[in-house]
């Protein structure tokens, strides 16, 4: 498993694979690049020290600090399929600017998140960008119901990795299937009971796994009920008030939590493409030894 690293973040959001990642590590964050008003006050209370490095189209990587690993969900609206899917022709394509980064700041890992449908549009010249700058990659695609969440949310993510050997990498995450960690809660007696129906299973697991309550799903007044972002906060995996504890509109709230990365599901598909190339690495080994 990686080690101990100083972590740079790009389009970081309110911060979901980051938090992965430094679990995952025992990492710091050393700067992060984002402009969204909204993420940046997010951002700015739980990592007041941290600098924010701006527009990334606008920073000279030259001036920046190394870091070991390079996180970043670059943008999906140039691939999703529920977008015009323009690819390069979007001007939302900003992947150009993180290869500027990797070929730099030459980070030990560049941990990469995007929509599933970016392996059908953009994907290919990705990886032939990684591979020109002297980069293998591993990536696969995960769900975050494959963590216990009560939701599909499938993903794609990447790891490159400095190595000569060429590209390997996997489509999708084959028979491999993450485990989902157990917890427990006491319910309150404030929390209202709610018939949750044939969803009632994947409900009651999500609580478990993150050892709180359902939140309920809905505010305000009968005839003008709209969805609470507590409750979205919780179905994305992260701690109470993350994003909505910071007096954003329920608007820019519901965008964030819309736009971010489920941290469980980031940390067990990083832990998954770790394996894959450890035991890529030690492969390779043996080959060179046998020779």
């Not at 590590?25 to 924010?52: M, Q, R």
């Not at 949310?153 to 390997?168: C, K, N, T, V």
């Not at 990498?169 to 709610?194: A, K």
């Not at 994003?243 to 971010?260: D, F, I, Q, R, Y």
Request: glycine share 10%; proline share 7%; with cysteine.
């Amino acid at each position: 498993m990686l080690m101990k690293n100083k972590i740079g973040s790009l389009f970081t959001g309110y911060g979901g694979l980051d938090m992965a990642i430094e679990e995952l590590t025992g990492g710091t964050l050393a700067w992060y690049s984002e402009i969204e008003p909204a993420a940046c006050k997010i951002l700015e209370s739980i990592y007041p020290d941290v600098p924010n490095l701006g527009d990334i189209k606008k920073i000279d990587w030259n001036e920046v600090e190394a870091v070991d690993i390079i996180t970043g969900g670059y943008p999906c609206q140039p691939f999703s399929t529920a977008g015009k899917r323009e690819g390069e022709n979007d001007d939302r394509h900003l992947w150009p600017f993180v290869r500027d980064a990797i070929d730099v700041l030459r980070p030990k890992r560049a941990i990469l998140e995007n929509v599933r449908g970016h392996l059908s549009l953009g994907f290919k010249e990705v990886l032939m960008d990684i591979a020109d700058l002297g980069y293998d990659a591993e990536w696969g695609t995960f769900r975050a119901s494959d963590v216990g969440a009560p939701h599909r949310r499938e993903r794609l993510f990447i790891i490159a990795y400095p190595d000569s050997q060429g590209i390997q990498g996997h489509e999708d995450s084959g028979s491999e299937t993450p485990s989902t960690r157990q917890g427990h809660f006491e319910q309150g007696v404030s929390t209202p009971v709610i018939d949750w129906g044939k969803y009632a299973p994947a409900i009651r697991r999500w609580e478990s796994v993150l050892n709180r309550p359902t939140p309920t799903p809905t505010v305000g007044p009968l005839e003008k009920r709209r969805l609470n972002p507590q409750f979205v906060e919780w179905m994305m995996g992260l701690p109470d008030g993350w994003v909505t504890g910071h007096e954003l509109s329920t608007a820019k709230e519901l965008k964030m939590l819309g736009n971010g990365v489920v941290p469980q599901q980031a940390r067990e598909a990083v832990k998954q493409l770790i394996t894959r190339i450890d035991r890529n690495v030690s492969q390779q080994l043996l080959k060179e030894q046998s020779k």
